[in-house]
């Protein structure tokens, strides 16, 4: 099930809701502390990835466990961002060298992927000082070149986007959203969504895509709906918590993440 952060946004000169994540406005961490976080107890015994003992990212810390740092030698502790370090990898991939420092490990290294929150299990305690048009400028827009259409797409954040298209003045915007299933269920229907203030927003004739995930086990359930006036105020007022696609259930733990998002959109 998806694992994402909602907490409440707050506008004033800066967004500062407890984002975790930077992308790449990875100078955000700088001299910010961060906490590792608990995994699931089936995961704990993979370790943790990206966790190394200098700056050549060879040898991981705390090894091994999978290959990777020990969970015990990990998990809960905080460490102060000293420093990040931009580098391509060997496949040319840009990335960051995170200099990370606790009292006990002394200072470590993290390979951080600017592309993946997945990989990043980190809380940042207080969360980060976002500029106000940090979500905005992740906003990807192209343009049709024979009908002058423009689409613009939010980043998938655990399983959820939007999409707006605007052709000959009018705009509608649009929420793709998925979900993974342990069983196979085909033709069905259904769409609801849990807010902050307890409201739903439920679309009982949202059709209902299923595939393999061929990202792991199960299935992959997603839906495609337009969203009205009225619905996109109420995620950007009142955060999505919770999500149903037929009968499988995801928790949102991001959804001020997402309203602010949809806000972009919105303007």
Known sequence: ???????????????????????????????????????????????????????????????????????????????????????????????????????????????????????????????????????CKKIETTTDKFDGKTTSRSDYSEGVSFVKVTKDGTSNIYMSINELGSTINVGKKGLILLLENGKKIERPNAEIDAKVNKGGSGYLYSTFIELTKEEIDLIINNPITDNRLYIYDGQIKNGAKLSEYLKCLSK
């Open 1 to 135: 099930m998806k694992q994402i952060l909602l907490l409440t946004a707050v506008l004033i000169s800066n967004i500062t809701f407890g984002q975790n994540f930077p992308g790449n406005d990875v100078d955000l961490l700088l001299n910010k502390e961060i906490k590792v976080q608990e995994k699931d107890e089936s995961l704990q015994k993979y370790g943790y990835d990206h966790f190394y003992v200098n700056d050549k990212l060879k040898k991981k810390y705390a090894c091994c466990e999978s290959y990777n740092s020990k969970y015990s030698e990990l998990v809960g502790k905080v460490f102060k961002v000293l420093s990040a370090e931009p580098y391509k990898n060997i496949i040319g991939t840009d990335k960051f060298k995170l200099q990370i420092e606790n009292a006990e490990t002394g200072i470590i290294y993290f390979d951080y992927d600017p592309k993946y929150e997945h990989s990043f299990p980190f809380e940042v305690i207080g969360g980060l000082d976002l500029p106000e048009d940090f979500y």
